[in-house]
């Protein structure tokens, strides 16, 4: 019994220490003084875990008493807001963020003898002589600037005066232009990528629920997909929703993850 009895004290202060560690979730809404403030940024200080607010200024994030949730968003003053007993109440709790004024360089005004009619004042205005290709009227100027794999391919299958070139058949007969049209669409395939990555990363992780360790992954599982085609990258809306589809799918392949 003497023995027993030191380990149940020691278990009741675990159990203690562990619902002390305990967090659950904490709702509140973001706004200013004139309306709610959706995509900004609330990061718990303590368990470095992060969310977004909704088009609504909404969010939800795991915390607990004494936890101090920072708020940041571009043109307000970072907030820190610690959690407290009552803010996991029915009350409906708001965080106020305060804009940042914006102060403009300070502009120096000098004399001048313009009249405010252009006829006249143009003849005032000095302006230096701009040069480059389209002004020396250069071949080509103006074209956009290809890629490399596209400048290999331009010039392995490009004719003159209407003649078929002889690189264009060797390089048919040899294989090579094969190749080079291979390089143009692995080229094109990157930019596409890099674009889904640049511009959708934030939802894909924070509204779609990958982890972050399979972006990467997922955004190659959705570009690599028979049904996808460039022109989703020129619409929003649209790429939204297809990228909503395959993350179903894409969970649905990994299980273990995302049950």
């Known amino acids: 019994m003497k023995n027993i009895l030191p380990s149940i004290i020691c278990l009741f202060f675990i159990i203690i220490a562990t619902a ?94 313009l009249l405010g009619y252009i006829s006249s004042d143009s003849k005032h205005i000095k302006s230096e002589k701009v040069i480059n290709a389209e002004t020396l009227k250069l071949p080509y100027a103006g074209s956009r600037i290809l890629t490399p794999a596209e400048r290999r391919l331009h010039t392995a299958t490009t004719s003159y005066g209407g003649i078929i070139p002889v690189d264009l058949l060797l390089n048919w007969m040899s294989g090579r232009l094969k190749k080079l049209k291979k390089l143009k669409a692995i080229e094109d395939k990157e930019k596409r990528i890099e674009n889904i990555r640049s511009n959708y990363h934030i939802l894909i992780q924070h509204e779609l629920n990958i982890l972050k360790e399979d972006i990467d992954r997922f955004i190659y599982f959705a570009e690599s997909a028979d049904n996808f085609t460039p022109f989703y990258l020129h619409n929003e809306v649209t790429m939204v929703e297809f990228l909503q589809k395959k993350s179903d799918e894409f969970k649905k392949l990994n299980p273990k993850k995302y049950n």
Not at 21 to 26: A, D, G, H, M
């Open 20 to 113: 002390q560690e305990s967090r659950k979730f904490f709702y509140a809404t973001i706004q200013d003084e004139v309306s709610t403030i959706s995509n900004a940024h609330i990061i718990n200080l303590n368990t470095k875990q992060g969310t977004f607010t909704d088009n609504n200024g909404d969010f939800r994030i795991l915390a607990k008493p004494n936890d101090t949730l920072q708020v940041t968003f571009v043109g307000y003053e970072t907030k820190n807001f610690v959690v407290g007993v009552n803010h996991f109440g029915i009350q409906e709790n708001s965080i106020l963020l305060k804009k940042v004024p914006i102060e403009l360089d300070e502009v120096e005004v000098k004399k001048h003898n």
